[in-house]
């Protein structure tokens, strides 16, 4: 057998034995989930016997490596762990400065009322995931700092959760340094300012909607009272570090690629937070340098990534592209379509429960999705469902984190449930409402020029 019939048919293991791998996967990350020990460290485990499952059921033992290899030769595998790298330092920077705490006290000053708590605590929550571009690092800020809070104002903990979830997602779906933007943009093969410009009509739309009802339930839930903070001598300078967002939207406007804007704001970051003395030269190079901090943050999503890029590689893109052309011709309408391409993403997520993974799972594919639809919308309703869905799912990895860390302080009752977190995930209520809406409808002038 040469060379060309050996790459393609060494590694094919029949209809259903290659959907083995696959199936372990998905079915373990699920086991996981129920024991409670669903992380992104134990789905690399998952990744890790499902490539030696893949290998046991090779033909071509002997040139599995080398095939391991060849399915790393992907270049948005490639950009992805590059930006990851930059994403995860930048993220360290800003969370090193004490913003979190500076936007608190900011809005502190200005003297609302407790009744504001959980408008005032998911806007805080949106800047601060924009501006890191993660959803579970802004759970990991956002807990510890405004749960204890709930005590003191006897207030519904579920309440505070619910708009902390949903101010961390919103920057997952808005910021260019989302691990989900990053992917929905490469995917699509747009740009990421122009498609950053029109997910922000939706994005800013359904937020302003989140704040009015997370005003309303805050004065029907919380009585009157003044917010405080224990530390009262936190400064406001860290607020200066928002001009690294600015830069960042300025150089994106300009064209720039997100890894040299990345690189720029990791510099001037670092750079502010010196010259303000947020931090010390003696820190950044020392082994608690925001820099090694931010690639150790990263370094988990990196090898899932790494080991899921070889794993679907080894699935028959023929077969499975015959799967999805046969569910498509059998739905003899563009609605009929995007409704079997909604079903796909949400169904993709519920099963992993982690909507990188299922996003990456899906790249591939989802081109084939959302008829009528531009470029540009395919990657806002696939992005825009995939963190809409998991701001509602119980058992997400962020989920997950965010009820952890909550318990740890000692506000929440012993019979405390996560599904009264969702009555309250409002703003990811809405837009799974709205990006549904986006992928079912089509204008009619745009229906009436694909007939011609």
């Known amino acids: 057998m040469d060379t060309t019939d050996r790459k393609n048919n060494s590694f094919y293991f029949g209809n259903f034995m290659i959907l083995i791998p696959i199936i372990f996967f998905i079915t373990s990350i699920i086991s996981f ?24 059921i090779s033909k071509d033992k002997k040139h599995f490596g080398k095939k391991c290899v060849e399915n790393m030769k992907n270049e948005m595998l ?19 400065s004490g913003i979190s705490n500076s936007l608190l006290k900011f809005f502190i000053n200005i003297g609302l009322s407790a009744e504001f708590l959980p408008a005032i605590i998911f806007v805080i929550c949106c800047l601060i995931s924009t501006l890191i571009g993660t959803s579970t690092g802004t759970i990991s800020i956002a807990v510890p700092i405004f749960l204890p809070l709930t005590v003191t104002l006897n207030c519904n903990p579920a309440l505070i959760l619910g708009a902390i979830v949903c101010g961390s997602f919103f920057g997952d779906n808005l910021s260019p340094i989302s691990d989900t933007t990053i992917i929905s943009t490469n995917t699509m093969k747009v740009n ?3 498609t950053l410009k029109q ?11 989140s704040t009015i009802i997370f005003i309303i339930l805050g004065k029907a839930l919380i009585t009157n009272a003044i917010i405080t903070i224990e530390n009262n001598n936190v400064s406001l300078l860290p607020l200066v570090m ?4 600015v830069l960042m939207i300025i150089l994106l406007a300009k064209k720039y690629d997100l890894i040299s804007v990345l690189l720029i704001c990791n510099v001037v970051a670092l750079f502010i937070t010196l010259i303000l003395g947020l931090t010390e030269f003696e820190q950044i190079v020392s082994q608690e340098s925001p820099i090694v901090q931010g690639i150790e943050s990263v370094f988990g999503v990196i090898v899932f990534l790494i080991f899921l890029s070889i794993l679907t590689e080894f699935i028959s893109k023929e077969m499975l592209e015959k799967y999805i052309n046969s569910k498509i011709e059998k739905c003899n309408s563009s ?50 469902l995939s963190c809409a869905v998991p701001s509602l799912l119980p058992y997400n990895t962020a989920f997950m984190l965010m009820t952890s860390l909550a318990f740890e302080t000692g506000c929440l009752p ?18 799974l409402m709205v990006y549904i809406f986006m992928a079912l409808y089509t204008p009619k002038k745009r229906t009436e020029v694909n007939k011609y």
Request: charged share 15%; hydrophobic share 55%; aromatic share 12%.
């Open 414 to 431: 012993e019979n405390f449930s996560t599904l009264q977190i969702v009555m309250f995930s409002i703003n990811g209520i809405l837009l």
């Open 335 to 384: 609605f009929k379509i995007n409704l079997w391409s909604i079903l796909t993403i949400i169904i993709s997520i519920l099963t992993i429960s982690n909507n990188t993974a299922a996003m990456s799972l899906l790249s591939k594919f989802i081109d084939k999705f959302f008829k009528n639809k531009t470029q540009i919308e395919k990657a806002n309703i696939f992005d825009g």
């Open 199 to 209: 997910r922000l009509k939706v994005s800013l739309v359904c937020a302003f909607i």
């Open 78 to 96: 490639l950009t992805c762990i590059l930006i990851f790298i930059l994403a995860g330092i930048l993220s360290s920077i800003l969370k090193m």
């Open 242 to 245: 928002l001009l690294v967002f």
């Open 33 to 56: 989930v129920i024991c409670k020990r669903a992380s992104l460290k134990t789905f690399i485990i998952s990744g890790f016997i499902s490539i030696f499952i893949t290998f046991i």
């Open 192 to 194: 990421i300012y122009e």
